[in-house]
């Protein structure tokens, strides 16, 4: 009696399993750039129809390429898969131009950072500079600017450098000038 009750609760947990593993659907993910947006879709097994913002497609393939486009536009591929529609939307990157500006702003600061003598404006400058610096690293990233990630992280990181050595240097300053008023 026991074998017969584990034997049926086995095949109602096989008949679930697989009820679950087969009804997972089309799956569709992307990827973009400023001027470019890439979709791939799998577990695609009776595709009728891909369109791309309504308008229909002849694709062979498992991917779909859209390219010469505008920073921050917005399209929507829609793939028709065993009489069900699944849809994706997609925006392009944003210009990177604001990030240079904000590079300049990166270099400025580290320089200010380096260059003042009061130790507290150095420590302010190379806090910014060095918050710039792992901001420019996660968006140039972002962009597959490896080279002005890389620039920027260095810069994060002596930044940080720079600025452990200003603190220590006020620190000993204004214990040397307790003891020079004692």
């Known amino acids: ?3 017969k009750k584990l034997l049926k609760t086995l095949g109602v947990f096989i008949f679930i399993s697989l009820a679950i593993t087969t009804a997972s659907g089309l799956n569709i993910t992307h990827n973009s750039g400023v001027t470019w947006i890439q979709w791939t879709w799998y577990n695609g097994t009776n595709i009728t129809s891909i369109s ?3 308008i229909e497609k002849n ?14 536009e917005r399209h929507v ?19 990177p131009t604001p990030y240079y500006i904000v590079f300049i702003f990166l270099l400025l600061c580290f320089l200010l950072g380096i260059f003042i003598k009061v130790e507290h404006f150095s420590a302010f400058f190379s806090l910014l500079s060095a918050v710039l610096g792992i901001f ?3 968006s140039m990233l972002l962009y597959s600017n490896t ?3 890389i620039i920027s992280l260095m810069l994060a990181v002596l930044s940080v450098i720079w600025l452990i050595l200003a603190v ?9 000038e307790e003891e020079d008023w004692i």
């Open 1 to 3: 009696m026991e074998r």
């Open 52 to 54: 791309v913002d309504g």
């Open 59 to 72: 694709i062979t393939t498992n991917f779909y390429i859209l390219s010469d486009l505008k920073p921050s």
């Open 77 to 95: 591929i829609s793939i028709t898969d065993n009489n069900t529609t699944y849809t994706d939307e997609a925006t392009t990157l944003s210009s």
């Open 136 to 138: 420019m690293f996660k």
């Open 147 to 149: 080279g002005l990630a």
């Open 168 to 176: 220590i240097s006020s620190i000993v300053k204004s214990r040397q």
